[in-house]
């Protein structure tokens, strides 16, 4: 076995997405409150998270939702600036983990092809992967959208492995949700490492063939298995 290829999920693996989205929320209620939002504004966050969970993170209705409740009807103006505070609030917070650049870089000068699967919708996976300016070196994107399932279904990591070409003993995998990127690639067979500088950093033993506490170290693993098949 010999890795020829790096798999990563993109939210709270790539980019410190919790930390953003909580940014762009806490911007969002802000200006919905300029705009006459009745309500205090922990209560207003705590509502707009509350819909995320019992929907989804990437829901695009919840500042609607909201509104409605405190109004009993959208109100236009409040909800355009909620969405320009939730746009600003996101692109000023959207941040890779430490090494994430200079790790990918890496991988590719040791002559390896690099992918991501994400949950995220198409839109927002490339938006975020735009401003991380991470896009060019990408050899594929799997999202939402290319299967319609999320993991961990075994569809999206099966099409990234057939979009370039490998078999799954040759791909490492690397994700932060132990239900979702450890258990659906490890289906498939892919070689896993856990994210733990992730969203679980006090997750319990995933069943991950590698725990690693910073991304830099994907670098070792590949290293050690590679050196290990060329001996």
């Given at each position: 076995?010999?890795?020829?290829?790096?798999?990563?999920?993109?939210?709270?693996?790539?980019?410190?997405?919790?930390?953003?989205?909580?940014?762009?929320?806490?911007?969002?209620?802000?200006?919905?409150?300029?705009?006459?939002?009745?309500?205090?504004?922990?209560?207003?966050?705590?509502?707009?998270?509350?819909?995320?969970?019992?929907?989804?993170?990437?829901?695009?209705?919840?500042?609607?939702?909201?509104?409605e409740k405190r109004?009993?009807?959208?109100?236009?103006?409040?909800?355009?600036?909620?969405?320009?505070?939730?746009?600003?609030?996101?692109?000023?917070?959207?941040?890779?983990?430490?090494?994430?650049?200079?790790?990918?870089?890496?991988?590719?000068?040791?002559?390896?092809?690099?992918?991501?699967?994400?949950?995220?919708?198409?839109?927002?996976?490339?938006?975020?992967?735009?401003r991380l300016h991470?896009?060019?070196?990408?050899?594929?994107?799997?999202?939402?959208?290319?299967?319609?399932?999320?993991?961990?279904?075994?569809?999206?990591?099966?099409?990234?492995?057939?979009?370039?070409?490998?078999?799954?003993?040759?791909?490492?995998?690397?994700?932060?949700?132990?239900?979702?990127?450890?258990?659906?690639?490890?289906?498939?067979?892919?070689?896993?490492?856990?994210?733990?500088?992730?969203?679980?950093?006090?997750?319990?033993?995933?069943?991950?063939?590698?725990?690693?506490?910073?991304?830099?170290?994907?670098?070792?693993?590949?290293?050690?298995?590679?050196?290990?098949?060329?001996?």
């Amino acid at each position: 076995m010999t890795i020829k290829a790096v798999l990563f999920d993109v939210d709270n693996t790539l980019v410190d997405f919790m930390r953003m989205k909580q940014i762009a929320v806490e911007t969002a209620v802000d200006y919905m409150m300029s705009a006459g939002l009745p309500g205090l504004k922990e209560e207003l966050y705590n509502e707009i998270f509350a819909y995320y969970r019992s929907n989804h993170i990437e829901s695009q209705k919840a500042l609607e939702v909201v509104i409605e409740k405190r109004l009993g009807s959208v109100d236009r103006k409040i909800l355009a600036m909620g969405i320009i505070g939730y746009q600003r609030g996101r692109d000023m917070s959207t941040y890779a983990y430490p090494k994430v650049e200079i790790t990918i870089k890496e991988i590719i000068r040791m002559g390896l092809q690099v992918g991501v699967v994400s949950d995220a919708p198409s839109e927002q996976c490339y938006n975020r992967l735009a401003r991380l300016h991470l896009i060019p070196w990408l050899d594929v994107v799997v999202t939402y959208d290319d299967t319609h399932e999320y993991k961990p279904s075994e569809k999206p990591f099966r099409l990234a492995l057939d979009r370039l070409g490998i078999g799954p003993d040759e791909t490492l995998y690397v994700g932060d949700w132990p239900q979702k990127d450890i258990v659906g690639s490890k289906k498939v067979g892919l070689v896993t490492v856990f994210a733990r500088w992730g969203e679980h950093k006090n997750a319990p033993d995933t069943g991950a063939d590698y725990d690693l506490d910073s991304v830099e170290k994907v670098l070792g693993v590949i290293r050690k298995i590679n050196t290990r098949e060329n001996e």
